[in-house]
C-alpha cells in the first residue's frame, strides 16, 4: 500500500516562502513521475509541478519562477519550495505519484497566504 504524508504547509504573508515535502513509504524511484497539484477554494484541482524519476521537471505557467519542485531519493521524499507567494496561491497542495496507469495521492496539506 503507497502513503504520501504531505507537510510544510501553512499561513504566510504574500511574498513569503514555504517548503511543502511529501513522504513515501517506500522508494520513490519505483514512480514513474511524482509531482504537486493544488485545489484553489471553490475550484478545481490543477497540476503545479511534476518531476519524473529522470529529474525532468515541469511547471504549471502560474508556478514557473517561483516554484521548485525536487527529489530526494535517500530519503524517499519530494519537495516544493514555494517563493514569492501570492494570495491566488491560496489552496489545498496534494502530492501524487503515478506508477504506470495508477496514481496515489496524499491527504493534501492547507497552504494559505494573506495579503
Known amino acids: 500500500q503507497v502513503q504520501l504524508v504531505e507537510s510544510g504547509g501553512g499561513l504566510v504573508q504574500a511574498g513569503g516562502s514555504l517548503r511543502l515535502s511529501c513522504a513515501a513509504s517506500?522508494?520513490?524511484?519505483?514512480?514513474?513521475?511524482m509531482g504537486w497539484y493544488r485545489r484553489p477554494p471553490g475550484k478545481q484541482r490543477e497540476m503545479v509541478a511534476t518531476?519524473?524519476?529522470?529529474?525532468?521537471?515541469n511547471y504549471a505557467d502560474s508556478a514557473k519562477g517561483r516554484f521548485t519542485i525536487s527529489r530526494d531519493n535517500a530519503k524517499n521524499t519530494v519537495y516544493l519550495q514555494m517563493n514569492s507567494l501570492k494570495p491566488e496561491d491560496t489552496a489545498v497542495y496534494y502530492c501524487?505519484?503515478?506508477?504506470?496507469?495508477?496514481?496515489?495521492w496524499g491527504q493534501g496539506t492547507q497552504v494559505t497566504v494573506s495579503s
Open positions: 501524487a505519484a503515478t506508477r504506470g496507469v495508477l496514481i496515489y
Open positions: 517506500g522508494s520513490i524511484n519505483s514512480f514513474n513521475a
Open positions: 518531476i519524473t524519476t529522470g529529474g525532468s521537471t
